[in-house]
């Protein structure tokens, strides 16, 4: 007679963290491009150190003119913000509960959606002037789109159970909207405010090119127009930081705002 | 108050626009304080019926009405789901307070009365917690305390206890019971399940398969309060066996297509 072991057969299907392994992947990176422009194999006038780029962006800081910067980069995003993701999602909850809404402004959307918001910022500097308005509008449609989609979708998602459940219970029209579709379509708005503030970032630099005097696009731009590739680098790494910033900010408020997922 | 079912009837439309029957005819009533059991195979209409009753669908033909003094700000009836249906981004207090809310009570006012029904359906000690912390039989509790703190007229039960298992809902069984003896509530209470139909309520509706129409009302002769020793007490099985025997020869019919 023989023992025949039982062994793991589900053994590589097991996910491993690899902590170090992702910290030294990331501080690989920065390691090998410290290393190349220390050799000089590149010029620094096309790579700078990153210990060129640290000291520059200290410099920059202490002198207050990265701080001027971002803080117009900021405002600009926030107002966006603000206008498109309210506009977005009272526009989704219509659409998504309301079947008048839905037969306007499905069809709307689904015309307008597809253009990329990017062509549409030479259209809206002819209407609003080109001064902060156009650039915040800009901002605004291209958070305003996938807010209004995912709201949209959201709604649709609601568990028609629940739904009934609140009838049941004597609830009309705006309790129902409150408090089951709103808090069903939560989950969806957040994932459509991770969405906005890709696109939000990308229209921010592109608006920020053009006739402006601050901002961390104008900054780039500007850096690039006088070969200070240094300062170039520091706008791109204040730029990153922020799509870090916002995705790990939405993280903890989808936390605070969601308490009830596990 | 007493409910009145007067020769409802129930048509679907299916998708290709074919009618399809789902309730014939069906004519009962619900005495106030009683207990009874709404009971059919799978499919024959008993949860349509029940929503009917709510006011959640239309009846085809036929009506359903309450029969005695109106009270303000009380409801004619409230729900308990299958699936609970609790909102889970509600804590356990603020569920039970949802219909209350609805009603348009004070906050101090709603959470006195909630908490006196988070007390009575044994959540004492949960009110913080949301319903996906919560065990299946909790989660039921919500479900049953929610419904009883609008002080219904009728509750109405659609198979409370069929998503939880065996041992849980037993005691859930016998928890709704003491809840009974204590509110005596109206209650209308849709199962598939002999013996709990038998175990539980005064009279037991029976229902026939698809399109459902009344086939049998059994008067359930066992005293209250209700006992688990019961179950094998000649009344028990008398009418246990007897329903079964209606509903056996429906659910062969319905094996075979």
């Given at each position: 007679?023989v ?73 600009r ?18 659409v ?9 402004g499905?069809?709307l ?23 902060e ?10 958070v ?28 009309r ?5 409150r ?16 969405l906005?503030a ?11 090119m ?32 922020l799509?870090i ?16 997922r596990? | ?12 439309a ?8 789902a ?39 036929g ?84 419904a009883l ?21 037993q005691?859930m ?13 109206t ?21 026939s ?14 005293a ?30 319905a094996?075979?297509?």
């Amino acid at each position: 007679m023989v023992r025949i072991p039982v062994e793991n057969r589900a053994r590589f299907l097991a996910h491993r963290e690899y902590r170090v392994l992702r910290v030294g992947a990331l501080g690989g990176l920065v390691l090998a491009w410290e290393i190349v422009a220390r050799l000089g194999w590149v010029p620094v006038l096309f790579l700078p150190s990153p210990v060129g780029v640290v000291g520059e962006g200290w410099d920059m800081i202490v002198s207050g003119e990265l701080q001027m910067h971002l803080a117009a980069s900021l405002e600009r995003l926030a107002l966006g913000f603000v206008v498109g993701g309210g506009f977005g999602v009272i526009v989704g909850v219509a659409v998504g509960f309301f079947s008048i809404a839905e037969a306007i402004g499905e069809p709307l959307i689904a015309a307008t959606f597809p253009v990329p918001k990017i062509a549409l910022l030479p259209l809206l500097i002819l209407w609003l002037g080109i001064g902060e308005p156009s650039k915040v509008a800009v901002i605004a449609l291209g958070v305003f789109f996938p807010m209004a989609i995912n709201t949209y979708t959201g709604v649709r998602q609601a568990d028609p159970l629940l739904v009934r459940a609140a009838v049941s219970f004597g609830a009309r029209r705006w309790s129902v909207i409150r408090k089951v579709i709103l808090p069903s379509a939560l989950p969806m708005i957040f994932a459509g405010l991770r969405l906005g503030a890709g696109t939000a970032l990308l229209l921010l630099v592109a608006a920020e090119m053009i006739a402006v005097e601050s901002g961390i696009g104008f900054l780039v731009l500007h850096a690039g127009n006088i070969m200070a590739t240094t300062k170039l680098m520091v706008g791109i790494v204040v730029l990153s930081l922020l799509g870090i910033l916002s995705h790990w900010g939405l993280n903890r408020l989808e936390r605070v705002a969601i308490p009830w997922r596990a | 108050m007493r409910v009145v079912i007067e020769r409802v009837s129930k048509v679907y439309a299916d998708r290709r626009g074919h009618e399809v029957p789902a309730l014939s005819e069906v004519s009962a009533a619900v005495a106030s304080e009683e207990f009874v059991a709404l009971l059919g195979p799978s499919g024959c209409g008993k949860s349509t019926l029940l929503n009917i009753v709510a006011g959640l669908l239309e009846p085809t033909s036929g009506a359903v009405y309450f029969e005695g003094e109106r009270t303000p700000n009380r409801p004619t009836s409230s729900f308990v789901f299958q699936e609970f249906a609790l909102f889970p981004w509600r804590t356990v207090q603020q569920n039970v307070e949802f219909g209350l809310e609805e009603a348009g009570m004070a906050p101090a006012a709603r959470a006195a009365e909630a908490r006196r029904f988070v007390e009575l359906t044994g959540l004492a000690g949960f009110e913080a917690k949301y319903p996906h912390q919560l065990s299946g039989g909790m989660r039921q509790r919500v479900g049953i305390a929610r419904a009883l703190a609008v002080d219904p007229a009728v509750l109405l039960m659609d198979e409370p206890f069929s998503a939880l298992d065996a041992q849980t809902r037993q005691l859930m069984q016998e928890e709704l019971l003491a809840i009974w003896e204590r509110t005596r509530k109206t209650i209308l209470y849709v199962t598939h399940n002999i013996q709990e139909a038998v175990y539980m309520a005064d009279r037991v509706v029976v229902l026939s398969r698809r399109p459902g129409r009344v086939l049998a009302e059994v008067p359930i002769a066992l005293a209250r309060p209700r006992t688990e020793a019961m179950m094998g007490a000649p009344a028990f099985v008398q009418a246990s066996e007897m329903i079964w025997s209606l509903i056996k020869a429906q659910a062969r019919e319905a094996l075979s297509g």
